[in-house]
């Protein structure tokens, strides 16, 4: 046995109902019926948790491999930074402009290659994980990622 009840919607509402139930061939009424048993249903608060608790889950996961790539990034850079400037000798006054001019165009080839890189979607951290760990081999004191 079914009730009626007549209730009033705001027109915005109402467009959105008619449009989904068209879109999904089934009455308006099915539609009103679906979403109210969906709303009071006494389980619904434990799903929308339970896909809740996933996507955090799945968020922290890419934190975690954000943190990664950023923490090789920045040893990268600094082992990098600390050998050139243990390297690399002084140069004399009158060589400075030809070696400032080099740099400059060192550094726009650099800029060059790594938007072309990028734009191929190549990482270093991936390279650098693939170099380290072969085949999926880890040394017997590293930790998984």
């Keep these: 046995m079914r009730i009626k009840y007549t209730f009033r919607l705001p027109p915005d509402l109402t467009v959105q109902l008619a449009d989904y139930a068209s879109r ?4 308006q009424a099915l539609v009103v019926e679906t979403a109210l ?14 896909a809740l608790s996933r996507r955090l889950d799945r968020l922290t996961r890419q934190f975690e491999r954000l943190e990664r790539h950023v923490t090789i990034s920045n040893e990268a850079l600094g082992l990098f930074v600390r050998f050139w400037l243990t390297a690399t000798p002084p140069l004399p006054d009158a060589a400075q402009p030809a070696a400032q001019a080099k740099g400059h165009e060192r550094y726009d080839s650099f800029v060059e290659a790594l938007g ?15 170099d380290v760990e072969p085949r999926g ?5 590293s930790k998984p990622a």
């Design 37 to 50: 048993s969906a709303l009071l249903s006494p389980d619904n608060s434990e799903r929308m948790e339970a």
């Design 116 to 130: 072309r890189r990028l734009a191929k979607g190549q990482s270093p951290a991936k390279e650098v994980s693939s």
């Design 24 to 27: 999904k061939r089934v009455a």
């Design 137 to 141: 081999e880890r040394p017997e004191n």
